[in-house]
């Protein structure tokens, strides 16, 4: 007898959940900030990483140079006023993206249990999920750092062995830069299919960080090969949309440039400012629209699959009786 692969029944229901719920697709671009939401991401993070690398110290050197160079030109009165100025402006960006970072974490929390909610047989109120996703900020946020960590941790090895090719060229460090890369996708794709369990084991199941850490990779030892199909599907699906977003803005070119050539031959600066803007607005709104689905397709998909794989023993059983009785 043929048993459907697992993840084919899973994906057939994200994609149609996905359409549903577009009411959530907002929300799921502002999840896909942080970037680790699913194996698109870590693929994006492969694919610049093949770059030279820009740290964090090669900003502030040519900063720290300009300081020193007009150091002995600096009156007390500059040093205290331009001291204040800094921290000022280290503040408010951190501010900024302290708010960026929560917005991302809540979203995604908010994701995870509408879409698990909604499994049960019921929709739930956009308010009451995006309360969850607020109650749960603090671990997911911990969790999302971790995940980060990791993820850039791996992706400074890429850039390392970058340099070192660089410098000296050789077959040794090639084929040590191929291995680095390959290292760094295998841990990504770990990572974040570990992150993303341990968002769901949390969420949907009142788990400790610590809890969803180790319930998402004991759902990824047991059910690797599993994943590991998954990661393939949606890979597939990531690129075909990459390159579906290319071709429509492609289509959108067109028009402009042939209506923003009319308004310069007609001298009209008001039509072509029109245009433009336009432009860019219906660009930003599609870019927003399929990335916004990308997200919430990569996030209904692991999060049908962890209601599928990861809801076995007896502490998920006994969540999911107490579920049947009070109906939350």
Not at 116 to 132: C, E, K, M, N, Q
């Amino acid at each position: 007898m043929y048993h459907e692969p697992i993840y084919r029944p899973i994906l057939r229901e994200a994609f149609t959940l996905s359409w549903k719920e577009k009411r959530l697709w907002l929300l799921s671009a502002i999840a896909g900030i942080l970037l680790t939401g699913s194996i698109h991401d870590v693929v994006y993070k492969a694919a610049t990483a093949v770059g030279p690398e820009r740290s964090f110290f090669s900003v502030l050197i040519p900063i720290w140079s300009g300081l020193v160079e007009s150091w002995p030109s600096l009156t007390a009165s500059d040093l205290i006023f331009g001291s204040l100025n800094v921290l000022l402006f280290v503040g408010f960006v951190l501010i900024i993206l302290f708010a960026i970072f929560a917005a991302s974490v809540i979203a995604q929390g908010t994701i995870v249990y509408a879409i698990g909610a909604r499994r049960r047989g019921r929709i739930p109120a956009f308010r009451d999920a995006l309360t969850v996703g607020a109650r749960a900020l603090w671990p997911v946020l911990v969790l999302n750092i971790i995940a980060l960590a990791v993820l850039f941790t791996t992706r400074g090895l890429i850039a390392m062995v970058h340099t070192a090719l660089l410098s000296n060229i050789g077959s040794f460090l090639f084929l040590l830069y191929l291995v680095s890369f390959i290292l760094f996708v295998v841990v990504g794709g770990v990572t974040v299919i570990i992150q993303i369990f341990a968002l769901n084991a949390m969420i949907l199941q009142g788990a400790t960080l610590a809890q969803g850490i180790e319930r998402g990779i004991e759902i990824f030892y047991r059910h690797w090969v599993v994943a590991i199909e998954t990661i393939a599907i949606l890979f597939i699906v990531s690129v075909g949309a990459s390159i579906l977003t290319i071709a429509l803005l492609m289509v959108l070119t067109v028009p402009y440039f042939i209506i923003s050539l009319t308004a310069i031959a007609l001298g009209s600066g008001l039509l072509w400012s029109i245009v433009t803007i336009l432009f860019f607005l219906f660009s930003f709104l599609l870019i927003l629209f399929i990335f916004g689905y990308l997200v919430q397709l990569h996030y209904t998909a692991w999060t049908l699959m962890y209601r599928k794989l990861g809801e076995g023993g007896v502490l998920p059983k006994l969540h999911r009786i107490a579920r049947q009785f009070i109906h939350r």
